[in-house]
C-alpha cells in the first residue's frame, strides 16, 4: 500500500469524522451569536484550546487500537511498509487534517468576526501556528498510546490523564506553591508534557523571538520524541491475524 493510499485511508478511516469536523466548526458559528464583550472573548485562545487540544484526541482515537483489535495490523506491517514508515504515514494523515481544519476555522473566524465585530482575533495568525504545533503534538502521543491499548481507549486515557495532572498541579500550587516537589512536577508538565503553557505565551507575542523559535523547536522536539517511541512500541509488538 503506497503512502498517499495510508494518508487518504488515515484521512477518511472513519464517517464519524467529518460529523467531528463539521460540529467543530459549527461550534465556532454559533458561539458568534452569542455577544461576547470583545475584551473577553478572545478567538485565537478558544481555536486553541477547542481545535489544538481536543480536536486531536477524537480524530486519534483508535488510530492504531482499532487495526491492532480487528487483526488488520498484521497486514500493514509486512514489506513493503514497515512499522516506522506505517506510523509517519497515519501521523502525516492526521497532521493534514489538522492543517487544513485549522485553516477553515481560522478563515471562518475571521469573516464572521469582520461581519459581526464580536470577539478578539488579535494575533489569529500566531495562535494558529500554536494550535497546530500542539495539534501535532498531541496526535504523536495519542498515536503512540493507541499502539499499546485496546480500540478507542487512548483518546479516554488521554483526556482523563490530562484532567488528572491539571487538578493535581492545582492542587499543588494552591496548596504547596513553595515545596521541592511542587517546583519538580511544573516542571515535568512544562517540559515533558504537550507544551500547552509554552504555545500559549508564544501566540500571546509574550516573549522576544529567540524564545519564540525555542518554543516552536521543543514543540517539534517532543513531537519527535512521541513519534519515535510510538514507532519502538510499534516494531516491537506482536500481532495477530485475527480480531479480538
Known amino acids: 500500500m503506497k503512502a498517499?493510499?495510508?494518508?487518504?485511508?488515515?484521512?477518511?478511516?472513519?464517517?464519524?469524522?467529518?460529523?467531528?469536523?463539521?460540529?467543530?466548526?459549527?461550534?465556532?458559528?454559533?458561539?458568534?451569536?452569542?455577544?461576547?464583550?470583545?475584551?473577553?472573548?478572545?478567538?485565537?485562545?478558544?481555536?486553541?484550546?477547542?481545535?489544538?487540544?481536543?480536536?486531536?484526541?477524537?480524530?486519534?482515537?483508535?488510530?492504531?487500537?482499532?487495526?491492532?483489535?480487528?487483526?488488520?495490523?498484521?497486514?500493514?506491517?509486512?514489506?513493503?511498509?514497515r512499522p516506522g514508515h506505517l506510523y509517519l504515514y497515519r501521523w502525516l494523515g492526521l497532521s493534514l487534517q489538522g492543517a487544513v481544519h485549522l485553516s477553515v476555522a481560522g478563515a471562518l473566524i475571521f469573516g464572521l468576526h469582520r461581519f459581526t465585530g464580536r470577539g478578539n482575533t488579535e494575533h489569529l495568525a500566531i495562535w494558529l501556528l500554536a494550535s497546530w504545533l500542539v495539534f501535532n503534538t498531541w496526535v504523536a502521543l495519542s498515536t503512540s498510546l493507541s499502539v499499546v491499548v485496546k480500540r478507542e481507549h487512548n483518546a479516554m486515557l488521554l483526556v482523563l490523564g490530562a484532567g488528572i495532572v491539571a487538578l493535581a498541579l492545582s492542587l499543588l500550587v494552591g496548596f504547596f506553591p513553595e515545596s521541592g516537589g511542587t517546583k519538580v512536577?511544573?516542571?515535568?508538565?512544562?517540559?515533558?508534557?504537550?507544551?500547552?503553557e509554552l504555545l500559549v505565551e508564544l501566540a500571546r507575542t509574550e516573549q522576544s523571538l529567540w524564545e519564540s523559535l525555542g518554543d516552536v523547536g521543543h514543540s517539534a522536539m517532543l513531537t519527535v520524541f512521541y513519534g519515535v517511541l510510538g514507532i519502538i512500541l510499534l516494531g516491537r509488538r506482536e500481532y495477530k491475524r485475527t480480531g479480538d
Open 4 to 81: 498517499y493510499e495510508l494518508i487518504m485511508e488515515t484521512l477518511l478511516r472513519k464517517t464519524f469524522i467529518r460529523v467531528i469536523h463539521m460540529a467543530w466548526l459549527g461550534t465556532y458559528a454559533a458561539i458568534f451569536l452569542i455577544p461576547w464583550p470583545p475584551e473577553l472573548w478572545n478567538w485565537g485562545a478558544f481555536l486553541f484550546g477547542w481545535s489544538g487540544c481536543l480536536l486531536p484526541l477524537l480524530l486519534s482515537a483508535g488510530i492504531f487500537g482499532d487495526d491492532i483489535a480487528s487483526g488488520r495490523i498484521s497486514l500493514l506491517v509486512t514489506k513493503p511498509i
Open 185 to 196: 512536577f511544573e516542571g515535568f508538565v512544562r517540559w515533558a508534557c504537550p507544551p500547552v
